[in-house]
């Protein structure tokens, strides 16, 4: 059974800087892909960030120039640095990853830029 821990959310003013942490409970070699999305209350979950096995990396539009999604293999982590906050950046973060054709999600983490 696959566990994915993210860690790192909280609170942070507008134009600050967070960083979040996904810890898998095996190696993520596995996976076709791991990345983050986020829901913001009364919206719909959105893709914020993915990165493949081989490396490739999708960002949304809205996060481009500000998140950075990384790996690390050798701890099993996935980790997205987050810069120059925005209140609508305010959701719930969720880890994810894909070993075809199953998902497996965390639990979340809550971020909130206050203005």
């Known amino acids: 059974q696959v566990q994915l821990v993210e860690s790192g959310g909280g609170l942070v003013q507008a134009g600050g800087s967070l960083g979040l942490s996904c810890a898998a409970s095996?190696?993520?070699?596995?996976?076709?892909?791991m990345g983050w999305y986020r829901q913001a209350p009364g919206k719909q979950r959105e893709s914020v960030a993915r990165i493949t096995s081989e490396g490739r990396i999708n960002y949304a539009d809205s996060v481009k120039g500000r998140f950075t999604i990384s790996r690390d293999n050798a701890q099993n982590t996935v980790y997205l640095q987050m810069s120059r906050l925005k209140p609508d950046d305010t959701a719930v973060y969720y880890c994810?990853?894909?070993?075809?054709?199953?998902?497996?999600w965390g639990q979340g983490t809550q971020v909130t830029v206050s203005s």
């Open positions: 095996g190696s993520i070699f596995s996976f076709n892909a």
């Open positions: 994810y990853a894909l070993r075809w054709p199953n998902e497996y």
